[in-house]
């Protein structure tokens, strides 16, 4: 391996160049030398406006390439086992974008296959990497909360239309591409979220789901209601149909609860004696003025350093199986 870990990019959508080819540019151990996508022209464009080497219609020809290391993949949900196993076999470490996979068995095979070849896998549930979110796990670990009996954690947009770089045609609607809808983009967020910082599993969750703008097929709107093995009850709400968004979490504990989603950094502990602690968590900064996700730099340093990841195929399976006990179809 070169001193650099020299990284390919499958798939040139609004993720690719909003998070990893600029997280990658500016990450000193990290070299991108190619992309590729279907539409070999914003391919191009995209290797030409970031001085990347190399650009293909054909993601084969980054895996076939002996000098490249590792790749993202941030193509459609329905391609992620295809491409992900074909990336695992051929010896590179794959960042995947989620969900994982829209089948539990591929996302078995997806972390089975990163065992066996003995490399990095690591699926991209950023909010676990959010600085507001990872200080709610240390103030959880302190136990000045206590037991916490309950939550309530929302994750609301307008909808893929107004982000993805097809619009109105994106694929985040098209069940043959998508597999799901909102519980897919949205959902597996948020319980990926929720079990990390409770360090706990659902014994039970329930979901009830709907499309209310007709012209999506997949689902816009849904609701969880869950109870962990360890005993604590809580909601989830996802929406596609709300351009005011909604981030509001709430963790219920004995001693107090603590909330985000307020403010846009800021958690905010109420104890029951009447202390209140406020605090705003914010991220690094990248260059081009927009917040760094902390993903990218996770899965470069864990590839020069042979550490298991935070999200590593097993883990995903977790959520992943997860998800698809509590699908209402």
Avoid at 2 to 28: D, F, L, M, T
Avoid at 162 to 188: H, N, P, R, Y
Avoid at 190 to 211: G, H, M, N, P, V
């Amino acid at each position: 391996m070169s001193e650099k870990i020299r990284v390919g990019v499958i798939g040139c959508g609004k993720i690719a160049q909003w998070r990893h080819i600029p997280e990658y540019q500016e990450n000193p151990l990290a070299e991108l030398v190619a992309v590729s996508d279907i539409d070999l022209a914003r391919a191009q464009s995209i290797a030409a406006a970031w001085q990347i080497p190399r650009a293909y219609a054909d993601y084969r020809q980054i895996l076939d390439s002996p000098d490249i290391d590792a790749v993202s993949i941030c193509t459609p949900n329905a391609t992620h086992a295809e491409i992900g196993l074909l990336a695992l076999q051929a010896g590179k470490h794959v960042l995947l974008e989620k969900p994982m996979a829209i089948r539990l068995e591929d996302c078995l095979a997806l972390a089975e296959e990163a065992e066996r070849q003995q490399t990095i896998l690591l699926v991209g549930h950023n909010q676990r990497f959010i600085p507001v979110y990872r200080r709610a796990k240390e103030l959880l670990e302190e136990g000045s909360l206590g037991k916490i009996c309950q939550f309530t954690s929302h994750f609301h947009h307008g909808g893929p239309e107004g982000w993805s770089i097809d619009g109105e045609q994106t694929w985040f609607t098209d069940k043959t591409k998508a597999g799901f809808g909102v519980i897919a983009d949205l959902g597996v967020h948020k319980l990926d979220l929720i079990r990390w910082l409770l360090a706990d599993e659902f014994s039970q969750l329930t979901a009830f789901a709907e499309t209310f703008q007709r012209k999506r097929v997949v689902e816009d709107s849904a609701v969880m209601l869950g109870k962990t093995a360890g005993g604590i009850v809580g909601t989830f709400s996802f929406s596609w149909n709300n351009p005011l968004q909604d981030h509001r979490m709430v963790l219920f504990g004995e001693h107090g609860n603590l909330t985000t989603g307020e403010t846009m950094f800021g958690i905010k502990v109420e104890y029951h004696d009447g202390r209140v602690l406020e605090e705003e968590q914010y991220p690094l900064r990248r260059q081009d003025g927009h917040f760094s996700s902390g993903v990218i730099e996770h899965f470069i340093a864990c590839i020069k350093n042979g550490d298991r990841p935070l999200i590593d195929g097993c883990e995903a399976v977790r959520t992943m199986r997860t998800i698809f006990r509590a699908l209402p179809w």
